[in-house]
C-alpha cells in the first residue's frame, strides 16, 4: 500500500514539474480583464488571450477590426499597424460596418469572407514569419484606395 501512495506522488509531482517546465512564459503584463491596450499615433495593438479546451493551454492573439469605405478601423485608429510574435496563434475577427469587405494577408494565406453591412466573420493562422506585411481588403479596388495595412510579425 505504502509504495502505491509514493508511486501517485511521484506521477503527481513529475506532471506538475512538466506542466510548470512547457508553460508558456507571460511577457506582458494583464489587465484585470487579460486584455492588453498598446497605443502610439501610427498603431493600436489588442491583445487578448483565449484558451483553447482541445489544446493544452494554445494562446490566441485576438485583433478586433472593423471595415468601412476604403479603412480598416481598430479601437478608433484607421489602418492600424498589427504587432504580434513569431509563432503567436492570431485570430482576426472581422465586421464590416460600411458595404462590402473582408480581410486578407496573402503571406500567411489567411482570409476573412467577404461581409456586407452589419456582418462579421473571423479567420486564424500562426505567425510563422518575421517581417512586416500588408493586410487588405480584397474587394475590388479597396486596396489601391488605402484599405490596407502593416501586420509586423517580430
Not at 509514493?6 to 506532471?15: A, E, G
Request: hydrophobic letters at 35%; glycine letters at 8%; a negative charge.
Amino acid at each position: 500500500m505504502l509504495k502505491v501512495l509514493i508511486t501517485i506522488i511521484v506521477v503527481v509531482l513529475l506532471v506538475a514539474g512538466g506542466i510548470y517546465i512547457f508553460k508558456p512564459a507571460k511577457t506582458e503584463p494583464a489587465s484585470s480583464d487579460n486584455e492588453v491596450v498598446t497605443e502610439t499615433q501610427d498603431e493600436v495593438t489588442t491583445e487578448s488571450s483565449i484558451t483553447n479546451a482541445n489544446e493544452e493551454e494554445q494562446e490566441e492573439k485576438v485583433f478586433i477590426l472593423t471595415g468601412e469605405n476604403f479603412k480598416f478601423i481598430m479601437n478608433g485608429v484607421n489602418n492600424p499597424d498589427i504587432k504580434v510574435k513569431e509563432g503567436d496563434k492570431i485570430r482576426i475577427e472581422f465586421t464590416s460596418t460600411k458595404g462590402l469587405h473582408d480581410w486578407k494577408i496573402d503571406e500567411f494565406n489567411a482570409a476573412t469572407e467577404k461581409v456586407n453591412d452589419g456582418s462579421s466573420t473571423s479567420v486564424e493562422f500562426v505567425a510563422d514569419k518575421k517581417g512586416t506585411f500588408e493586410y487588405y481588403c480584397s474587394v475590388g479596388q479597396h486596396r489601391a484606395e488605402g484599405m490596407k495595412g502593416n501586420f509586423v510579425v517580430e
